[in-house]
């Protein structure tokens, strides 16, 4: 009997002491501080032509090479410590223009699939009026071929990322399209990895390219009660800070380096 109660006695001492531990080492992996330099990449064909690019890829036109180039300009006093970029090519090009500019040594290039744009299924290619209208039309927003990017703000006050990607795979005739939680779902994983990385390293700031739908979706994931009405422009900066366990938003879609 005396052994039962001891043996008892101990294993909750060991269960307590496991948890406070647990409870240590969590608050200790979220202590650090960094930045997230968030850039859309620079213009493409398939966005000068006003065609759907999710998983499709067209390289940089020449304005995308300029801008690309113009922000590793303006930001080359600044030291990243951390790169990292969507596995697609336009991505990929904008991040390797902006490190080349810098006056650091800089860090390897991180690809990442799970970055990628949303996957738009049988709407890839086609006008963005034939995937959006449908979308207007539910919301009662009248447009046309030529305003409708106008009036993609006034969509997006009325609206959410997780509604507008799920009509998209609903609208879909072949609903090869994505929906919200499986975008959700990468952008969550290839968000806390990065986290996670720069904090075991001692944080810093992050160079992330990515794309205009998937900046949307990291808003969505660190912060869900944040309504954005701003268009996430090519070549953009969204800036994103950390401390301890905590992101803070400080700028959205910002493209006063372009001018």
Not at 229 to 247: C, E, P, Q
Request: hydrophobic share 35%; aromatic share 12%; proline share 2%.
């Amino acid at each position: 009997m005396y052994r039962t109660y001891r043996d008892k006695f101990i294993s909750s001492i060991l269960t307590m002491s496991l948890l406070f531990f647990s409870v240590i080492c969590f608050a200790e992996s979220t202590k650090g501080e960094f930045s997230v330099f968030l850039f859309r990449h620079g213009k493409t064909y398939f966005n000068e032509t006003d065609q759907v690019q999710g998983w499709s890829d067209t390289p940089l036109t020449q304005k995308g090479i300029d801008d690309a180039k113009k922000t590793g300009e303006a930001f080359k006093n600044i030291q990243f410590h951390y790169a990292y970029t969507s596995d697609l090519g336009r991505a990929r090009s904008t991040a390797n223009y902006i490190l080349a500019a810098n006056n650091y040594t800089t860090p390897d290039l991180v690809e990442m699939e799970g970055l990628r744009e949303v996957f738009y299924g049988s709407y890839e290619g086609k006008t963005n009026f034939e995937i959006m209208k449908p979308l207007f039309e539910k919301k009662n927003i009248d447009v046309t071929p030529e305003n409708w990017a106008d009036k993609y703000g006034e969509l997006m006050s009325v609206s959410s990322e997780e509604w507008m990607i799920n009509e998209y795979h609903n609208n879909d005739p072949t609903h090869t399209a994505e929906t919200y939680n499986q975008v959700l779902s990468r952008t969550q994983a290839s968000i806390d990895k990065i986290t996670r990385d720069v904090l075991s390293r001692g944080g810093g700031n992050v160079l992330l390219v990515t794309h205009g739908e998937q900046i949307g979706m990291v808003l969505a994931y660190l912060f869900p009660d944040f309504k954005n009405d701003v268009a996430i422009k090519n070549g953009s900066l969204t800036l994103i800070k950390y401390r301890d366990g905590r992101y803070t938003l400080s700028k959205v879609g910002d493209v006063s380096h372009l001018k």
